[in-house]
């Protein structure tokens, strides 16, 4: 008997072993000393690097024949300089999710997953895939960037890929509330792709932020362009939960527009936002990266509209296959109703502007 249990434990074993032999684990540490103004005071110490937050994370996938498999992938993201854990002290934060794929079919995700309005324009359109720093990623507070208990589902036919994303509110009694619906569908030719996106997220309120986006990019050798756009509608009183509260659309990063400096928000807002970049490569050593960003927010208080303005510059030494070094240089300017915007993407407390720079060190593992 005890012969026949062990057998039986041992195939279990191996079958596990063989099941999880595509399981791998991995990460990337972004660290940079950082020189930052801001109207509170300037500040020079160690910061998460301009272009990538730090992470490690597992993933895997197990064949089930007939092109089908199990796949999964959890990414937890920590500040370097700390030891803390990042994302809200989230476990996996970063996300967390498990799915089937299949090559006709198409996949399916269920778990924490990138929002599908910020996927659609980090990892397409934007010369840095979205950064990672305020400075120069302030666009996903527009949008959000992470939503929990999301089903996702995208698939390619021919040169397209068509992406629905539905973001379950999970609230007691409303099936809408806290909830977040995505589609997006990107055309890929030689040299390049364009795409168009929407999403509609609901508070706890019955409030909506309404969200379209397009975007291109397209590449001549070692040089690169890219542009996209993003037109964020919120209703006046649209509020999102706070962090770790379980509430309508907690842990988003999705910025408010409940009150303005002047008392409560009466008036939807409309944020139009748009970036334009290119990336230059003229050996394999060095990659140097510039972009430009523009909003225009009408309604920011009574009356009131504001903009924003941001520009950054990169150059990149790549030292290895996994390790670069690379120094950034930012200047952000706000103006009008923008300056002290308690529900703007970008504010630097009461101060017009604002310049940053960094020296960053990057490995991948």
Request: glycine share 16%; charged share 15%.
């Amino acid at each position: 008997m005890k012969k026949l249990f062990g057998g039986a434990a041992l195939a279990l074993v191996c079958c596990g072993a063989y099941a999880q032999s595509s399981v791998t684990m991995y990460g990337l540490i972004d660290e940079a000393v950082r020189f930052q103004t801001s109207g509170a005071g300037n500040t020079v110490g160690l910061n998460e690097g301009a272009i990538n937050g730090t992470r490690f994370g597992f993933k895997g996938s197990e064949e089930l024949g007939g092109g089908s498999r199990a796949i999964f992938q959890l990414e937890s993201g920590y500040n370097v300089g700390t030891g803390k854990s990042d994302q809200q002290q989230q476990l996996f934060g970063r996300f967390a999710w498990v799915g089937l794929q299949n090559d006709k079919f198409g996949t399916v995700r269920l778990g924490r997953q990138y929002g599908g309005v910020y996927s659609f324009y980090a990892f397409n359109f934007d010369p840095i895939g979205g950064g990672n720093v305020n400075a120069v990623d302030w666009s996903l507070f527009l949008t959000g960037i992470r939503f929990d208990n999301t089903v996702e589902y995208d698939n390619k036919f021919g040169p397209a890929v068509l992406t629905l994303q539905h973001s379950l509110g999970g609230q007691p009694g409303s099936t809408a509330s806290g909830s977040t619906t995505t589609a997006s569908l990107i055309y890929n030719f030689s040299g390049g792709k364009v795409g168009i996106a929407g999403a509609e997220s609901k508070d706890g309120g019955g409030h909506k932020l309404l969200i379209g986006s397009a975007g291109g990019t397209y590449a001549w050798g070692p040089v690169g362009l890219y542009l996209y756009g993003i037109d964020a509608r919120r209703d006046a009183g649209f509020n999102v939960a706070g962090t770790n509260t379980g509430g309508p659309l907690s842990n988003t990063n999705i910025i408010s527009n409940a009150t303005t400096q002047f008392g409560t928000q009466t008036a939807a807002r409309d944020d139009v936002f748009v970036r334009v970049g290119a990336t230059y490569q003229p050996a394999a050593q060095w990659r140097f990266i510039a972009s430009y960003a523009y909003d225009h927010a009408n309604n920011v208080a009574p009356g009131r509209n504001g903009t924003i303005q941001g520009v950054y510059g990169i150059a990149d030494y790549i030292l290895s296959k996994r390790t670069d070094i690379y120094v950034e240089v930012d200047h952000s300017h706000l103006a009008g109703a923008s300056v002290n915007d308690p529900n703007g993407p970008l504010t630097f407390a009461g101060s017009a502007n604002n310049f940053g720079a960094s020296v960053s060190l990057r490995q991948v593992f």
